[in-house]
């Protein structure tokens, strides 16, 4: 008995490695190192922030800035009366940045999918790093500060930052097909954690000589990597003369292989063994609308979800190292070298539970399962004991099971949902999609740092556990839908294979 082309299955990597080209691994490599050093930008800022607070309060005030006579020629152009207001000022900082980052995020899809990835990418990086270098090198340089201006060079900057990960996601998708999709884009989401570590790297190297300089750094490597992918990245493979997805000779394995996830099962198979020539401009796709890619099978659900998991993700990274330092009271540097544990835990977690959903070539009972211990994890660390070796296991663990599903719904996830058979696979809605789950995700991230703080100031730190542990169960609620209907149609097509043996 014959299976269904939904059930001809082939090994994750198997299609994967068979249309492997040199081409592909550059392409992962400058998408990778592009988002990395966007992060790292970002984590500088929070790097310094204690060099900046010092510098923007009068030095009678501040205990880590020495005292220089005469204090009117020293102090006079001081912005803020003291470090409360300048911490203050810093932390409406990174809830500017993440409101206009999310923003962005929802514009730079949609422009993404009607101009050149490349050109897209490229602006963004080389802005961004121009912004960086005004924000926190020229103005030091100038002794020019003011609180306005700030603010409108990091709304800025989280516009141009938001051009990176709907193109970044949207060259990998055009690339790397559904065959390996899940444990290639795992590893790949490591982009984040490695850009955080580069960061943090970069900025201790050159802090000594004044925080202006790890700006300068930073922006520095950052130009450069827009240079370098705008000579250097390829959009897609028609670029070089290679078949796009979906167009291989091999048709049962390239069905099988760049059939969505999000697709319907009973579509026809004609339907799916369609090519898109270089040459032939008459059936290019055209890019898909914003509400239409929202009606798309499976957007809201997931981008309802992220805004929870990102959330909570978002809030470990901003949070983690004051947490370890208020409530066990570790020094700060070590807080800090500890935290980074929920980082390795995140990205072994986005590579195992991808390598996981695409032998099942499902998505969603793989994210339930994790959220479910996640739920555990949390509540397991809310009661770590004082002690590192072990605070830093559950973290590990946490990661696994928190920054995995993030690092999935954001990349692979995010991939699956703009190739659906409703959009015949077309790439021009790969960057809108992403665009709209990352963004909705932004935003839950940017009130979830508002509300950590409210809740840690007047419950204490239980009851920001007991708030993740809600945000982790609603992403659960969210993408219930999908997990009943990815359950039984693996339960059916274990049923056939039965009635096939």
């Known amino acids: 008995m014959a299976l269904p082309g939904s059930l001809r299955r082939q090994p994750a990597n198997r299609g994967l490695v068979s249309r492997c080209t040199h081409h592909h691994i550059v392409v992962f490599l400058l998408t990778f190192f592009s988002y990395s050093l966007l992060h790292a930008s970002r984590k500088t800022f929070s790097n310094v922030k204690v060099s900046i607070s010092s510098q923007w309060t009068p030095s009678c005030l501040n205990s880590t800035a020495p005292e220089l006579r005469p204090y009117e020629l020293w102090n006079s152009n001081r912005l803020f009366p003291n470090a409360e207001e300048a911490t203050l000022f810093l932390g409406t900082l990174d809830t500017i940045f993440l409101f206009s980052y999310a923003v962005g995020l929802f514009v730079s899809g949609i422009v993404g999918d009607r101009l050149n990835l490349r050109w897209v990418l490229s602006f963004g990086m080389c802005s961004s790093a121009l912004v960086v270098f005004f924000f926190g090198t020229l103005t030091e340089w100038l002794h020019f500060y003011n609180k306005w201006f700030y603010c409108c060079l990091w709304v800025v900057n989280g516009l141009l930052q938001s051009t990176g990960w709907p193109c970044v996601v949207a060259v990998m998708g055009n690339w790397f097909g559904k065959a390996g999709r899940g444990f290639v884009f795992g590893l790949w989401s490591a982009c984040a954690s490695v850009g955080n570590i580069l960061g943090a790297f970069l900025a201790s190297c050159v802090l000594k000589y004044g925080y202006e300089y790890a700006f300068l750094v930073t922006a520095s490597v950052q130009f450069a990597g827009g240079v370098i992918v ?151 660390y809310s009661r770590s004991p004082n002690n590192k070796p072990i605070n830093a296991v559950i973290m590990a663990i946490t990661g696994f099971f928190i920054g995995g599903p993030s690092n999935m719904i954001s990349s692979a996830i995010s991939a699956d949902l703009g190739r659906q058979d409703v959009v015949k696979g077309s790439s021009e809605a790969l960057a809108t999609v992403t665009g709209i789950v990352d963004g909705t995700g932004s935003i839950g991230a940017a009130v979830g740092q508002y509300l950590v703080s409210l809740i840690q100031e007047n419950l204490g730190w239980m009851w920001v556990f007991y708030f993740f542990i809600l945000m982790t169960s609603s992403t659960i609620l969210f993408i219930s839908p999908l997990i009943v209907r990815e359950i039984t149609l693996l339960l059916h097509e274990r049923r056939l294979r039965m009635l096939a043996e």
Request: charged letters at 20%.
């Open 230 to 380: 705008f000579f250097g990245l390829l959009t897609s493979p028609k670029e070089v003369g290679l078949p796009e997805l979906g167009a291989d000779e091999d048709a049962v394995v390239e069905e099988d292989a760049n059939r969505p996830l999000m697709g319907s099962d009973d579509a026809d198979d004609d339907d799916r063994n369609y090519s898109i020539q270089a040459t032939d401009t008459d059936n290019q796709p055209q890019a898909i609308g914003f509400f239409q890619a929202c009606c798309l099978p499976g957007v809201v659900l997931y981008s309802l979800a992220y805004a929870c998991l990102k959330l909570v993700n978002y809030s470990f990274f901003f949070w983690l190292p004051f947490y370890l330092s208020n409530n066990f009271g570790w020094k700060e540097a070590e807080a800090d070298q500890l935290s980074i544990w929920y980082d390795v835990g995140g990205i072994i977690g986005g590579t195992i539970q991808g390598l996981i959903s695409d032998v099942l070539q499902k998505r969603a009972p793989v994210l339930a399962i994790s959220l479910l211990f996640a739920v555990g994890s949390l509540f397991g």
